[in-house]
C-alpha cells in the first residue's frame, strides 16, 4: 500500500509539472513534435498583419506595446502585466515558445515573460519562415484569448535602472554591453562599456537561425566578458538588449538588461557619457 500511495504521489507531481523541458532555443523539428502537447504555448510577436496572412498553428500574437506603461519604453508592473500575458497563453505550469519577425521585439517579449516569474520560454530557431520552408502547416484562423492564469513573481535579478549602473560602471564584477550599432556607439556611450552587434548572434539573419552555443560562448568571450562576470545589456530603448540578454542567459552566463537604455542614460546630463 505504501508503495502504490508513492507511485501515486509521483505521478500527481508529474503531472503538475511541465510537459516537457526545452533548452532555450527549440528547432521547428522540436515544435512540430510538441505542438499538440497542451502544455506548449506558440505566441508570436511582430507585426500583426503578417500574423494575419500565416502563423504556426495555435499561436496568439503578442503586441509588445502592450507590455508597455507607465512611461516611456518600461515594462508594465508584473502584476498588470502578468494578465496581458496569461491573454496570449503564457500561464503556471506552461512553456512558451516564441518567435516573431523581429529579432528586437522577440527578445524584448522574452524579457517581459521571465519578468513575471516564467522561466519555461524558448525561442523558436528561424521562426515561421524556417517552419513554412519546411512544408510544416500555416493557419489563418485566429486563436481565441488563453483562460488561464499566470501568478505574477517578480523576477528580481533581469531589469537593472540607471543609479543602480552608475554605481557599478566601475566594477570589475560587471560587464556592460552595447548592443546599438557603430554609428550609435560613436555619437556617445557608457563609460568602459563594449560594442557587441545583435545581428553577430546569427548564423543566417535572413532566416534569423542562431549561431550555436559554443559560437554565442565565444562571442561573448571575444566582447571581453570574463567568467562569473554579470552582464549588463543595454541599448536605446531595451530591446536589442533584451535580445542579447536572452544570448547571455542561453549560454549560463548571468545577464540583466538596463531596460531604459541609452535614452534614459542620456537624458540625465549628470550621467557620464565616453565618445
Known sequence: MVRLFALGTIATLAAALPATAAPPLVSTAWLAQHLNDPQVRVIATGDEGRFARGHIPGARFLEHMDTLGGGGHRLLPPEKLAPVLAKAGAADGTHVVLYGDSPMTT?????????????DVSLLDGGVDVWRSEGHAVSTDAAPAAAGHLTARPASDIAVDAPWVKDHLKSPAVKILDV????EWNDGHLPDATLI???DLFADQRTQKFKSPDEIRALFAKAGVQPGQQVVTYCAVGMR???MYWAARSVG????VYVGSWSDWHSDSTNPVAR
Open 180 to 183: 546599438r550599432t557603430t554609428g
Open 241 to 243: 538588449a533584451s535580445l
Open 197 to 199: 552587434l545583435w545581428q
Open 253 to 256: 552566463l548571468p545577464a540583466r
Open 107 to 119: 527578445g524584448w517579449v522574452y524579457m517581459a515573460i521571465a519578468s513575471v516569474g516564467l522561466s
